[in-house]
């Protein structure tokens, strides 16, 4: 078994006849700090129970080499199946959906098969997905059900959308791919999904590789056995407190660098936010006939052109948390429009100004239908300071302190951590 083996993000290993300074900037990009969790986790989350048959004895490496391992692995023809478990700690919205957004999704006009739609089903739950790639213009993914499949597929300038259920299809070319279904990040991660919607291992653990400073340690603590494979296991720590996240492991491929499974825990113990990992996986040349899609006769399609979407950028697991997308600005200390942040790292804040400097609509003003009010008032906990008062929103993963006065804190950072941000920016 690889013993126990550290590197700070601030520093690391040599990387080979580069110098130690091109190994410590190569690194650098793919170690994390994150609040980039917060799509992570995203958003996404995937797999547990995978079986496992012992810690195989690897050659030691170090954790930069390992990190470098996997930036440099070019694996792009792969297939296999992925368990996806995700638990963000996120209510079911159930009926409420339509008190907040009235006609939104399902509405006249919208396909069941929309991937802007369906792949944000991954934000919570369990699933089993069914993937494919050959290159960066051939991919497939599969969402399995009982007696159905939700099937997205992306064949050179054409995306395909199909779902078994309602037998309706999803048409896009290569330009409404583009603007529509985020097909640009999709092809960075392997497949053509919305953007912030991970669906490997690998995908995941890209997203969270990819800040770094000196508020993470990195470590290879022992090994794995995933999906018949030896891995060795990647562990990143914040070294701040605060965070709502304690570690991330990343099972990495001993063999081609490929991550083959992702797990992001809580810093105050339990189930994972994101569980993923492959259960079967095979790297060889996919069966071209994987990337191929004809609509059943009887198919209803509807063209990405005429699709009455209501965004036109990608939707990531990043929307589905209040202020992710804010706390990513973070892991580069960086503040744009009416967002401030605080902090760095692993305890990054955004502070949002809300317009109009509005704080929570009330059921007393009438802004808000008495059931959206009941499911806002579940969700907060009252809190009071030099700030004034306002409510904490929780989630497992991302909290969000709003203000009466129209302040918004938000971050992969726990309660008492947000009250100390307001109080100390009033």
Known sequence: MAPNDSAETSGGTNGGTRGPAAGRRKAARYIVPVAVAGVAAATIGLVPALASSGDPDLPKISAQKLIEKIAASDTEQLSGTVKISTDLGIPSLGGLAESFAPGGAGGKGGSSADPQERMTEL??????????????????????????????????????????????????????????????????????????????????????????????????????????????????????????????????????????????????????????????????????????????????????????????????????????????????????????????????IAEITTPGGTGIPSKASGDVPAEAQQFLDALGDKVTGKFGSGTVFKTRLVNALMTDDGKVYVGAVTKDALVKAANNAS
């Open 123 to 348: 934000a919570s739950g369990t699933h089993t997905l069914r993937v494919a790639a050959d290159g960066p213009d051939k991919q497939r993914v599969s969402i399995l059900d009982d007696t159905s499949e939700y099937s997205l597929i992306h064949n050179g300038d054409q995306v395909w959308a199909y779902d078994s259920k309602s037998d309706q299809a999803y048409h896009a070319t290569e330009d409404m791919a583009g603007k529509d279904a985020g097909r640009d990040a999709g092809k960075k991660s392997g497949h053509p999904v919305p953007e912030g919607v991970p669906t490997t291992p690998k995908a995941l653990a890209e997203q969270v590789l990819k800040a770094a400073g000196p508020t993470t340690s990195v470590t290879v603590n022992g090994t794995a056995q995933v999906a018949g494979r030896d891995a060795y296991k990647l562990v990143v720590k914040p070294k701040q407190s605060g965070s709502t996240i304690g570690s991330v492991v990343v099972a990495v491929d001993a063999e081609n660098g490929v991550p083959l499974k992702f797990t992001m825990l809580p810093s105050s113990g339990g189930k994972a936010f994101v569980d993923a990992g492959f259960t079967e996986v095979d790297f060889s040349k996919p069966d071209a006939s994987s990337f191929t899609f004809t609509p059943p006769k009887g198919t209803e399609v509807t063209e990405a052109d005429d699709a009455k979407a209501e965004h036109k950028a990608g939707k990531g697991l990043g929307d589905l948390i209040p202020g992710a997308d804010a706390a990513q600005l973070g892991a580069g200390g960086k503040s744009a429009g009416n967002t401030k942040i605080i902090g760095e790292g692993w305890g990054t």
